[in-house]
């Protein structure tokens, strides 16, 4: 009897030893999980601190009058040191950009054309952006109002007003997130004009409004005309690989006491450098 209880004794421990070592083998993975988790947001906290220092580096520099560098507002990629550790950048100003809230139906065909859209399809967005941000509720011959949204189920109906962000084209039927990537790059809510600054404007915009590429400015230009509107994206990277992308939209001015104005600050549609020299699919 005494025997048969030792062994059931036994037989009690032994699953005890196996049920603790299943318990703290998944408390290691779960240890491990949260060590991993943990090592990730501080690559990524490190990188996204990278790519905001890379941009208040820049600003810094278009501000200061004594200042050497170089830094180009035609979309030039180029790169900068932070301790010891390389951000990419490229900075253009908004006026080389298609205004989403002052552009032309034609203007706004031609962004559609650089980013490869049939000419079918056209006539669909551009009426779509036009009733967007018009403040009435008649529809363009191809476009959308509120009534519209409703009926196709959507949770929203046209702003009937001004584009807040680039963003917002997101809502329009026609864009889906491939096109949204393409055209990004190419269009501003921040310049107010109605044209483009072909000097500054992306190479693939000037060849579909032009035929040709336009020669980029040089640098006394670039460092004589460093006020105003910029858009300035940075991408950073650390050593295990983590990525990191800001897109700034920034003001300038000569005002002692305001000298900058932060217009957005936010992950651009694409994390990788460069997304202005073209537009690729």
Known sequence: MKRRQHGMALVVVLWLIVLLSIMAAGHA?????????????????KARGMAEAGINHVILEMLADDSS?????????????????????????ATGL??????????????????DVEEGRRPDIVDAILDWRD??????????EDSDYFAAGLPW?????????????????????GLFERMAPLVTVHSGRSG??????????????????????????????RI??????????????????????????????????IREWREPPRQVLPPLAGVEG
């Open 196 to 225: 483009i600054d072909l000097e500054n404007a992306p190479p693939i915009l000037v060849m579909a409004l032009t035929g040709k590429q336009v020669e980029p400015a040089n640098s006394t230009q670039r460092r004589a005309r």
């Open 157 to 177: 109906s046209s702003r009937d007003d001004a584009f807040v962000s680039v963003d917002e084209l997101k809502y329009l039927p026609g864009i889906d997130q």
């Open 135 to 144: 403040g009435d509720d008649l529809r363009h011959l191809n476009g959308i």
């Open 69 to 93: 560098d170089e830094i180009p507002i035609d979309g030039s990629v180029f790169a900068v040191d932070i301790y010891d550790e390389q951000v990419t950048l490229a900075v253009r100003r």
């Open 228 to 261: 105003g509107t910029f858009h300035i994206y940075a991408t950073a990277a650390t050593e295990s690989g983590t990525l990191a992308s800001i897109e700034a939209v920034v003001t300038t001015s000569r005002s002692a006491g305001k000298p900058v104005t």
């Open 29 to 45: 993975r779960n240890v491990h999980t949260d060590t991993r988790l943990a090592s990730r947001q501080v690559e990524v906290a």
């Open 98 to 115: 298609v205004d989403l809230n002052a552009a032309s139906a034609d203007l706004l065909n031609t962004v559609l054309q650089a980013c």
